[in-house]
């Protein structure tokens, strides 16, 4: 039998493996576990996950070039680099900043970097490592996004980028952080890993959220918006940017030749680099202190048939998003609910709120309450990040960080926030369940339908 026709029964018992396993839809019972995200996945992602793994090209490779190329026509941008995580995302994207090659733009250690604290650890984790300075502003509490008020008071002639993500979905308020970037020539760093589909209207146009920094990033984590297991990707419009992305993420090479392609510069043999000897093999040439942080195929190929379904689970959200919100908007009184940022339409990863102070009852006992009801809850990533162990040696010492003005609204949302799903996995049972156990926690009649 030829190598194809296996190939081919080979996926279509894949296809049969995946209806008889995957496929079958049970009904949702009261008390039954309802997840904060999940993976959405059918047979086309099953099957090229297969095909992959037949081909048995276990580094990037053609799937990595399609996906690549598939995300960048997404977001609008011209470049993409697809790597093992959102957090080497976030890595690559910032050591690209210190790079040589950038004259007197490039992040040097003691430089500062304006960031929240309110947020996940790995936005900031690359700038503390390499020696740059955080500058932490605080957030507002219904997007839980920076509070732009102080944004332009935070600069000093010490600062050289804004790295911000977009908390939940919500994007930040993307005109006046480009505006203050752009009047004092600093880098932005778009943390898009929780808002990959969002949208916001900028100078009258609505584009997608992860083409607005000079570099963005994306995580394919399982809960995320689309899934490749593990991945992540950097995006950029700069070409310049995005070769040291890559020499970042390919162990810090000169060589910019694809796996298992030779050549491409021309010069091989004929370069002259540092003080090696002339013609020394391009290949091993290390412009940078690089990493490996390339994907793999196996991922790729996922994120291949993921990305075609991605305005369904974008859609998807944000009904779903929008249905508790109609459903727990008369507990106003004692649930701060969240915002959208104006100019926006958020792709959402999760749905936050806040339980009022002094209203009688607690952030805990609510997260424990839908607990106990079989309801996954999450608090806000890191919460106050300072306050976290991995600060304890620069808090005690006050120093490797700045904070410009209070966080008290970082505070109250490490102490009366959290949230809870709205991924395409949901349906209106489990939503409907999810607002009666809160209305239950607060000792209310629930409304029969949400309005």
């Not at 974008?314 to 915002?339: C, F, M, T």
């Not at 997260?367 to 162990?389: M, S």
Request: aromatic share 12%; hydrophobic share 35%; proline share 4%.
């Amino acid at each position: 039998m030829k190598a194809e026709e296996i190939k081919a029964q080979i996926l279509d018992l894949t296809e049969e493996y995946y209806k008889e396993v995957f496929a079958k839809e049970t009904d949702f019972a009261p008390g039954d576990r309802i997840g904060y995200s999940g993976r959405i996945f059918n047979e086309k992602d099953m099957k090229n996950l297969v095909s992959s793994a037949l081909e048995f090209w276990l580094t990037s490779g053609h799937y990595t070039e399609e996906f690549e190329k598939k995300l960048s026509e997404y977001l609008g941008v011209k470049y993409c680099s697809m790597v093992n995580s959102g957090s080497s995302a976030n890595l690559a994207a910032f050591m690209a900043l210190t790079a040589e090659e950038l004259g007197e733009r490039r992040i040097v250690p003691g430089d500062e970097v304006i960031t929240v604290a309110a947020g996940f650890p790995t936005t900031v984790a690359p700038i503390v490592q390499y020696g740059a300075v955080p500058v932490f502003l605080d957030v507002t509490v219904r997007e839980g996004n920076i509070d732009v008020s102080k944004l332009e008071e935070a600069v000093t002639d010490k600062t050289k980028a804004v790295v911000l993500a977009h908390t939940l979905g919500n994007t930040f308020d993307i005109a006046l952080v480009k505006t203050i970037c752009e009047k004092y020539r600093l880098w932005l760093i778009e943390d898009n890993c929780d808002a990959l589909g969002s949208e916001y209207q900028y100078q009258g146009e609505w584009k997608k959220t992860g083409s607005f920094g000079d570099i963005s990033t994306c995580s394919f984590y399982p809960p995320h918006h689309i899934t490749t297991g593990e991945g992540g990707a950097v995006c950029t419009n700069d070409i310049k940017l995005h070769r040291l992305i890559n020499s970042f993420r390919d162990w810090g090479r000169e060589c910019w030749c694809k796996p298992g392609v030779d050549n491409t510069c021309k010069q091989r043999y004929t370069g002259q680099f540092g003080e090696m000897p002339k013609g020394y093999d391009h290949k091993y040439i290390y412009s940078h202190f690089g990493y490996n942080l390339k994907a793999t195929d196996l991922q790729a190929s996922v994120g291949c048939s993921q990305i075609e379904k991605l305005p369904g689970f974008v859609e998807k959200r944000r009904e779903n998003w929008s249905y508790l919100y109609a459903g727990l908007k008369s507990l106003e009184d004692v649930l701060l609910l969240p915002e959208k940022t104006p100019n926006s339409n958020p792709s959402w990863f999760g749905f936050l709120m806040s339980v009022q102070e002094g209203c009688g009852y607690t952030r805990d006992g609510l997260a424990d309450y839908l607990e106990r009801h079989n309801i996954q809850t999450r608090y806000l990533f890191a919460g106050n990040l300072i306050k976290q162990p991995c600060f304890n040696e620069m808090r005690n010492k006050k120093q490797g960080y700045r904070v410009v003005g209070k966080l008290d609204n970082t505070d109250f949302i490490m102490t009366h926030s959290l949230w809870i799903g709205v991924y395409p996995g949901m349906n209106k049972a489990k939503l409907d369940y999810m607002i009666a156990c809160i209305y239950a926690y607060f000792k209310r009649e629930c409304p029969s339908t949400p309005s």
